[in-house]
């Protein structure tokens, strides 16, 4: 694990103007964390967040791939940077599976976002079906070498999250995060070398407090992407905790 984990959390379509509260309270908890907090805030959030933010990293949760033009209801890389956003996720499951984003599609956003300053968080994970079929760890091969192929132009963090765990009771176990892990790893080898080095490794999947310390003790694994527990201060704050922990 990278000596400081990164810790990202994605309220998705959730939280208005009072939830910045809760927001606070974590800002105030990660000032003596040994982890870094990132929170990935739906767009109307990210500027009123980012005015105050010192302990906390606020990014975006989508990006359009195009500077400008005639995309009604999306948002440009250079917006996000604008209202104070330093990083934005690109290709969650619920953008690749629910909105058909291919793999070009997803390269143009990360190209988008290095362009404009931004750092991505970069989502991988196979479905069920996939996994089932033994084609898993080839359809995460191909989505890297498809969205993370060309020169790597910013800040980068690759986050495993399987499909089959996006809303499940359960994470994947730290044996099949690992092994996936090492999947990653080494397809960023063969593409950048050494420089694949310096990208981090995440994994997001039904992660909770009770998770996270077997997973962010597994090979490969620098920190997390937590979704439904990034939604509720104790649990975040909990994950915040563990993964100071383990860094101590």
Not at 201 to 214: I, N
Not at 217 to 232: K, M, N, Q, T, Y
């Amino acid at each position: 694990m990278a000596a400081r984990p990164l810790i990202v959390g994605n309220w998705k379509m959730n939280g208005c103007r009072k939830k910045l509260a809760e927001l606070n309270a974590i800002e105030s908890h990660a000032a003596t964390a040994s982890a870094e907090v990132w929170m990935a805030l739906p767009a109307t959030l990210v500027g009123l967040a980012a005015i105050g933010a010192r302990n906390i990293t606020i990014g975006g949760q989508d990006v359009h791939f195009a500077d400008a033009g005639a995309y009604t209801g999306s948002i440009s890389a250079a917006m996000l940077r604008e209202a104070g956003a330093c990083f934005t996720l690109v290709g969650h499951s619920e953008r690749r599976v629910g909105h058909g984003e291919t793999g070009a599609v997803i390269r143009a956003k990360v190209d988008a976002a290095w362009r404009h300053g931004l750092d991505v968080v970069l989502c991988v994970g196979e479905t069920a079906e996939q996994r089932n079929a033994g084609t898993g760890k080839e359809t995460v091969a191909a989505q890297i070498r498809a969205a993370a192929g060309g020169p790597i132009a910013g800040g980068l963090a690759i986050a495993y999250e399987p499909v089959w765990c996006i809303g499940a009771p359960t994470a994947a176990t730290p044996e099949q995060v690992a092994a996936m892990h090492q999947v990653i790893r080494g397809t960023l080898g063969a593409l950048h070398g050494e420089a694949g080095v310096a990208v981090r490794l995440l994994y997001g999947g039904a992660v909770d407090p009770q998770s996270a310390p077997a997973i962010l003790l597994a090979a490969e694994v620098d920190g997390v992407l937590a979704g439904r527990a990034s939604l509720e201060v104790p649990a975040f704050c909990a994950l915040i905790n563990v993964a100071s922990e383990i860094a101590a």
